[in-house]
């Protein structure tokens, strides 16, 4: 007879075993093939992301698209208003405010009817497509203007959702957004309203950080008015700040990870696909016949800043998925649509949008884990980078405007900083370290304009932007310029912090899902950082919304991984 203490996996049949050894063996068996039934690790993170796969909501989001478009044109060529003339825009009567009566009840359906859930993709999706009032009208009122502009037909869309109160329906000193109070009210909902059974509650220390970010705006603004500040000035300088934690905080409350995550990219990656195609639409339909160009032919650009972060974040939800599933159907419709929204990207013709779409997936390069892909990974950037170098080099100095060598042009143009708008915002750079150096600890606060040392005055700005002095172009030196050491760590502070949490979350996940969308969210932040340094992000409905998803997304994958 053998021997009872033989391990088992050899010879020895079960029924000869000891208790222990029979343990041993369930352990094992366990840990390949999963307990009673269930799939091990791998397998069951599979079945996981095929089921939230499964969910990407492209119909919905399709329909949610579509139905703004139709009634946006409806309005626009019903009721098409005089912008030229003085007053007309906020007292005359107009067909898109009496609206209301036909898209409030649907936007109470939509957001405060249906689970929270769906209402708060619903909001995810007409807040990416919808453009930001703001934005279009500093290009319809801005005097001397680039060459890529057009009078936009979404402007009844626009208006209403993120247009200010008083700019839809004329009602005098109602100065926040639809959007404002609809964020409120989901909120609400994400806070009060009954939770799931699976629910968990956000972590605490993303919403403590939140918390902290909104506390030091209002801190800054009562400092600003003890110090003389304008309240008007100080309101301007924080709508868009304080709506960022607000927005940050639906998110973590009310986005479900893992379930969220197809959907979240689906929205995406499909208002990103629509724009490029409203891009080529106004490059060749609206500006070229018309003779809006920079260039015979050639318009400067087409859309507002706003489509460059939705491009480039796109772009990078479509790279981390493949990357990450490496199926060849998912590789080729990445690269397929991929392709698509670079060239609305290059059409669009914004310096910032490059500049992102390099920093990005580098950002995302350096954090991926060492592996095989990653060797390979590089292997291609070897290759890959020189011939870059050399479209950059050579396409820079061919005399030629058509529209393939514009990012060669581009590149070099960030690298120069000889045109007159760089050397202004140098200049307006410049005074923001000035104002800083005036009051490094205990600033002013909000409500005042950057100083100007007298030997470097600004460029006078006032014709194309009246508060130019107010709000300046380079958002991380305008904040610190105003808040001071103190009051900018208290503020900035979460921007390291979402993508310290989505390096955590890429590092712990055991999904191909969660794994790209932790690298998401890594260079999303990298994008919405470019963004504020580059060109008043802090100003952009865009770059707030896209950073409040990435923050959610990564707080709830590294909790989710611990």
């Known amino acids: 007879m053998m021997p009872h203490n033989k391990p088992p996996g050899g010879s020895m049949p079960p029924h000869l075993a000891t208790p222990s050894q029979l343990q041993v063996l369930q352990e094992r068996v366990n840990a390949k093939y999963g307990a009673f039934g269930q799939l091990r690790g791998d397998e069951e993170a599979a079945v996981d992301d095929r089921r939230v796969l499964a969910d990407s909501w492209l119909k919905p989001t399709l329909k949610i698209i579509g139905g703004i478009s139709l009634a946006t044109l409806f309005l626009y060529f019903a009721s098409h208003p005089d912008f030229d003339a003085p007053g007309s825009w906020a007292n005359r009567f107009r067909l898109d405010t009496v609206f209301i009566a036909v898209w409030g009840p649907l936007l109470y359906m939509a957001l405060w009817r249906q689970k929270l859930w769906k209402s708060v993709r619903v909001y995810l999706v007409i807040s990416l497509f919808t453009e930001s009032f703001s934005e279009t009208m500093f290009q319809r009122y801005g005097g001397q203007l680039e060459g890529g502009y057009w009078d936009t037909v979404m402007w009844p869309a626009n208006v209403a959702w993120f247009g200010t109160i008083k700019e839809f329906a004329g009602v005098p000193g109602a100065s926040l957004p639809l959007f404002f109070f609809a964020t409120i009210a989901l909120l609400y909902r994400a806070m009060k309203g009954p939770k799931a059974i699976d629910w968990t509650p956000p972590p605490r220390f993303a919403k ?23 309240i008007e000035g100080s309101f301007r300088q924080t709508v868009h700040l304080l709506q960022l934690p607000i927005v940050a905080l639906l998110f973590l409350y009310a986005l479900r990870i893992p379930d969220d995550l197809a959907a979240i990219g689906t929205a995406f990656v499909a208002t990103a696909v629509i724009r490029s195609f409203l891009v080529m639409w106004v490059y060749f339909g609206v500006c070229m016949p018309a003779g809006i160009t920079d260039h015979p032919g050639k318009p400067e650009w087409c859309t507002t800043h706003s489509d ?228 008043q992000g802090f100003s952009s409905y865009m770059t707030l919304i896209t950073f409040g998803v990435a923050y959610a997304v990564a707080a709830r994958l590294a909790v989710r991984a611990a």
């Not at 403590?208 to 030091?216: I, K, P, T």
């Not at 990005?360 to 991926?368: H, R």
């Not at 291609?380 to 060598?405: F, H, K, Q, R």
């Open 308 to 535: 460059s972060v939705l491009f480039v974040v796109s772009i990078i939800i479509l790279l981390t998925h493949a990357l990450e599933q490496r199926r060849r159907k998912t590789t080729l419709r990445a690269l397929g649509l991929g392709a698509l929204i670079l060239f609305g990207m290059v059409l669009n013709n914004r310096r910032l949008a490059f500049v992102s779409l390099a920093a990005a997936p580098m950002v995302i390069y350096l954090a991926l884990k060492p592996s095989k892909r990653k060797r390979r990974v590089t292997l291609a950037m070897a290759i890959t980078v020189p011939l870059l170098m050399g479209y950059v080099l050579v396409g820079s100095e061919i005399n030629s405007n058509s529209p393939l060598l514009k990012p060669a042009k581009l590149v070099t143009s960030v690298l120069d900083q000889k045109d007159t708008s760089s050397i202004s915002r140098d200049i307006e750079n410049e005074n923001l370290i000035y104002t800083l150096r005036l009051d490094p600890v205990v600033t002013k606060g909000f409500g005042h304009d950057y100083e100007f040392s007298p030997n470097n005055p600004p460029v006078d700005l006032s014709d194309v932007f009246k508060n130019y002095r107010l709000i300046a172009h380079n958002g991380v030196l305008w904040l610190w310029s105003i808040a001071g050491v103190f009051g900018f760590a208290a503020i900035w502070m979460v921007y390291p912090l979402a993508s310290t949490l989505a390096m955590r979350g890429y590092r712990a996940a055991d999904s191909p899902l969660e794994r790209s969308a932790a690298l998401t969210a890594l260079g999303t932040v990298a994008v919405c950082v470019i963004q504020i340094w580059g060109d």
């Open 208 to 230: 403590n950080a939140l918390y902290v970010f909104l506390g030091a705006i209002l801190v800054l603004c009562v400092l600003g008015a003890v110090r003389g500040g304008s």
